[in-house]
């Protein structure tokens, strides 16, 4: 069976050994159910209490103000609607124009609720700027949702300098971390996060599990009913081998180290590619995580260069995961101010600390050979 070259990391990310064998035990041996008070679900419990800790100290949090989910969409849904229920005097929400859809589309649902949602806009290159969040803080403002990481574009976002802001005007701050989390560094104190989401497969922990850290004297309620878990936040058996997994892929990061590797093979691949007549870069190049690369090539179609790479056994992204089956346009690529059809020729490629300069070089050659071959069928520029 030939190897797979897996460039799709913002996507999913392959398990680590370790993390898989921390996890084992409590599908086999130590799978009793963390709420129940005998001496197995006491193990069980253990275990999720041991890993609450080692989140929370990985963010500078307190444990008691983490809390587990399902993954980063429940946590965002949490964030948003658990404030809302919190606090119903306030009735304004604002956002960025490139958030992941389960903070927009949550943020969409608030506005059939009456809700009135802010959605400010990036500049070319991505960014927001703080003082446009400023300016439409209004006196009913709930909280302040902007990504730490688009998942998209790689994009970084000023969250230290918007979060100050919030504080300053007695707003709440969430940030969905999904794409940053033991990537960047996170310190929910000196950058006044007051809500953060994050997801464990993104971080080569296993799907189905991720956390949000809510800090000490904000109210939430629940948005699932139950049995009262998770403090009160969040009812449901608690997946405690995903947790210890999780856990473990937090302890195993070392983001300093992997930003510095990962960084150099994909400066190598992205000014490559950037040879290539009619590529482009989408996007920031400074203000970009470490292992992100999205491109466009005129004239080409990013499906038919995904298919084409696909068959050669390169696995990439024509956009983020979780919309990558719709038809339409990126949005995040409209707002920094592509048209329709240079966001149709775009691809999303994102590194991991496995990915080697031997891989890159394949990946580079199918892709010059795929875009010309597509630019040849289709009758267009000419390399």
């Not at 449901?236 to 990061?253: D, F, Q, S, Y």
């Not at 691949?269 to 950037?274: C, E, F, H, S």
């Amino acid at each position: 069976m030939r190897k797979v070259i897996y460039l799709d990391n913002a996507a999913t990310t392959k398990v680590d050994k370790d993390v898989l064998k921390a996890m084992l035990p409590y599908f086999t041996e130590k799978y009793g159910n963390a709420s129940s008070l005998h001496s197995e679900g006491q193990k069980a419990k253990k275990a999720m209490e041991d890993s609450r800790m080692v989140i929370a100290e990985s963010i500078n949090a307190k444990p008691e103000e983490i809390t587990f989910t399902s993954g980063g969409t429940e946590s965002d849904n949490l964030a948003i609607k658990g404030l809302a229920l919190a606090y119903p005097e306030k009735r304004h929400i604002i956002t960025s124009e490139i958030e992941h859809p389960a903070v927009l589309e949550t943020c969409e649902e608030m506005q059939k609720q009456g809700y009135k949602v802010s959605y400010i806009g990036v500049d070319k290159e991505g960014i927001i700027n703080p003082n446009d969040i400023e300016k439409a803080i209004q006196h009913d403002t709930l909280v302040v949702s902007v990504m730490h990481v688009n998942n998209e574009v790689g994009a970084i976002q000023p969250i230290e300098n918007i979060a100050a802001l919030c504080r300053k005007h007695n707003v709440f701050f969430h940030t969905d971390a999904v794409q940053s989390l033991s990537k960047l560094e996170i310190d929910v104190k000196k950058q006044n996060i007051d809500l953060l989401s994050a997801s464990a497969h993104k971080i080569n922990g296993p799907k189905g599990v991720g956390f949000l850290y809510v800090r000490n004297g904000i109210k939430i309620k629940p948005i699932i009913n139950g049995g009262g878990h998770e403090f009160g936040k969040r009812s449901g058996t608690e997946n405690v081998a995903g947790i210890v997994g999780m856990a473990k892929a937090v302890e195993l990061a070392n983001a300093v180290k992997n930003q510095k590797s990962i960084k150099k093979i994909r400066d190598a691949l992205l000014n490559n590619i950037l040879r290539i007549k009619g590529a482009r870069l989408n996007g920031s190049r400074e203000k970009r995580i470490y292992n992100n690369i999205n491109v466009s090539f005129d004239g080409i179609e990013g499906e038919s260069l995904l298919m084409l790479l696909d068959k050669a056994g390169i696995a990439v992204s024509t956009g983020s995961a979780c919309s990558s089956q719709k038809l339409e346009p990126s949005h995040v690529l409209k707002a920094i101010g592509l048209s329709d059809m240079e966001s149709h020729g775009s691809i999303r490629i994102t590194l991991s600390n496995e990915n080697t300069q031997d891989e890159m070089s394949c990946t580079l050659n199918n892709i010059k050979h795929s875009v010309e071959r597509l630019r040849e069928i289709s009758g267009s520029i000419k390399i």
